[in-house]
């Protein structure tokens, strides 16, 4: 066995030591912060070739394997490394970042220590409008003259909930049971480890316009300030296989075909047998799918055929 094995080097990212523990701010009092990490874009390329060392071949080579790896979700090699982010986040922000089960995660708690005495705010102008064609969604900003008052409102909210919760405390009452008419907007705090892998599938999900604002603020600040620093190719990949691609389902694959052949007739049948457009060939107005092939016409700068 002697002499078959080189020495390994530990594989670091100087561009990630050097932010080792810095808070990037999110929102108004929250932050995300790099605490440890494990692996390089290199870690990936080793195991994917299941060869140890440095290798030998070109960096050019090295990201042309991650693309083809990401490209083709090849996706163990990403699991290979780690991250661990120390964040503090409000609570309904939280309760969305939780549901991400591959993660390992250790959180303040509420029930051993004093709640955090942080509440996101809303500037009179930052109150979104429900949006009409995604009810999970926002669109636009109320007028911040109406958003004064509702503003205000908050600010009274979170200060009594507080009161409260502090003469709880002082009364003698359990910690566990005083947080219970803490706002959502409540600030806690987090390690969170995860696989590149699932950070990748984390983010992809996160900052599409569909994710709320706020997670999706968490979001862009780890994929652009922590990811491209950490393993540069890979968010490279990411960002061109993932975030900035698009796809198309087989309906929508032949009507795009129509287009360019140029048969209406055959469109407005696909339209009409698939439930997009109504008898009269004109679209329906609640239809969901069609609304998002509509935005994918819009971003490939096509007018619509209908
Ligand atoms: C815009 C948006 C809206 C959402 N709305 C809602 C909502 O209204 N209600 C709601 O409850 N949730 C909602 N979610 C949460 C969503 O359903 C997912 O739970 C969440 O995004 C985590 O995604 P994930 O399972 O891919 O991630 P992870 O839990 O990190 O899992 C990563 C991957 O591992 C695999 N995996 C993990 N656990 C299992 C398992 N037990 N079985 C099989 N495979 C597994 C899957 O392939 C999964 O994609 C929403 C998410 C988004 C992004």
Redesign the pocket.
Known sequence: MEGKFEKLEKLNVPALDEILGVPFRVLKDGFVRVVDYLGTDESIVQAARVSYGKGTKKLREDEALIRYLLRHQHTTPFEMCEIKLHLRVPMDCWR?WI?????NVNEYSTRYSIAIDATETTLPDEWRTQAINNR?GSAGFLDAAVGEGLTKDEEELHKLSRQIYDKRISAGVAREQARKDLPLSTYTEAYWKIDLH?LL??LH??M?L??QLEIRNYAEVICNEIVKRWVPMTWKAYWDYMMDSMTFSGLEIKIITEMINGDKKRIIDYGKENGWLAEDGLPKKQNRELFEFEEKLEKLKLNKPW
Request: glycine share 0%; hydrophobic share 25%.
């Open positions: 969305q549901r991400h089960r591959t993660a999970q699932n599938n984390f999900l996160r599409e569909n994710a």
